[in-house]
């Protein structure tokens, strides 16, 4: 099985910031990564596929780069809407699998 | 609108069973790939099962195969679970999730449900 690592586990940032997530894959997966968004209460939100792919509706300010192991999602200019936790998810093969996820705070 | 909407929420004792639905409505459900995955209180997210458009692929996570089975009836636009031998690290909100297509950079999960709540204490 494919073990996905996310650091850091959260992170303090303020409104405007450009901010770095990272995802590693215990084995190579090429592109097939997601990147989810998911605030208190709600279902997690899709953002990133194919690794740096936008799903539509999602603002540019959020990308998403890499292959094989190392991945990273950025967001460009933080909005007060984005403090929330992210995950990423390897969909190479079953079981798919998330990173523990990286919590995203309010400076 | 489309959207999945689970149900089945209960507190359950441990050893007993459940039945989770979640239906579809607004796509054409049996065109797509589905999916259940749950979270603890205050974890991560954990993938648990797939099902295939026509139910003949089925795969389960470790930590539910025996014990869980996940159906379709493509008909009436439903998704479901069957739980059995819950145990208290069962307890979660349990999510479907749909997977977004069989081209190979859309396997990911594109739409997701509000989620129910499977509580499992004595």
């Known amino acids: 099985d494919i073990q996905m690592t996310q650091s850091p586990s959260s992170l303090s940032a303020s409104v405007g910031d450009r901010v770095t997530i990272t995802c590693r894959a215990s084995?190579?997966?090429?592109?097939?990564l997601a990147w989810y968004q998911q605030k208190p209460e709600k279902a997690p939100k899709s953002l990133i596929y194919?690794?740096?792919s936008l799903q539509s509706g999602v603002p540019s300010r959020f990308s998403g780069s890499g292959s094989g192991t190392d991945f990273t999602l950025t967001i460009s200019s933080l909005q007060p809407e984005d403090f929330a936790t992210y995950y990423c998810?390897?969909?190479?093969?079953?079981?798919?699998?998330f990173g523990q996820g990286t919590k995203l705070e309010i400076k | 609108e489309v959207q999945l909407v689970e149900s089945g929420e209960d507190l359950i004792q441990p050893g007993g069973s459940l039945r989770l639905s979640c239906a579809a409505s607004?796509?054409?459900?049996?065109?797509?790939?589905m999916n259940w995955v749950r979270q603890a209180p205050g974890k991560g997210l954990e993938w648990i099962s797939y099902?295939?458009?026509?139910?003949?692929?089925?795969y389960y996570a470790d930590s539910v195969k025996g014990r869980f089975t996940i159906s379709r009836d493509n008909t009436n636009n439903s998704l479901y679970l069957q739980m059995n031998s819950l145990r208290a690290e069962d307890t979660a909100v349990y999510y479907c999730?749909?997977?977004?297509?069989?081209?190979?950079?859309?396997?990911?999960?594109?739409?997701w449900g509000r989620g129910t709540l499977v509580t499992v204490s004595s």
């Open positions: 999730a749909r997977k977004r297509g069989q081209l190979r950079a859309n396997w990911y999960f594109d739409l």
């Open positions: 607004g796509f054409t459900f049996s065109s797509y790939e």
């Open positions: 099902i295939s458009t026509s139910g003949t692929t089925i």
């Open positions: 084995q190579g997966i090429s592109t097939w």
């Open positions: 194919a690794a740096s």
């Open positions: 998810q390897q969909y190479n093969s079953y079981p798919f699998s």
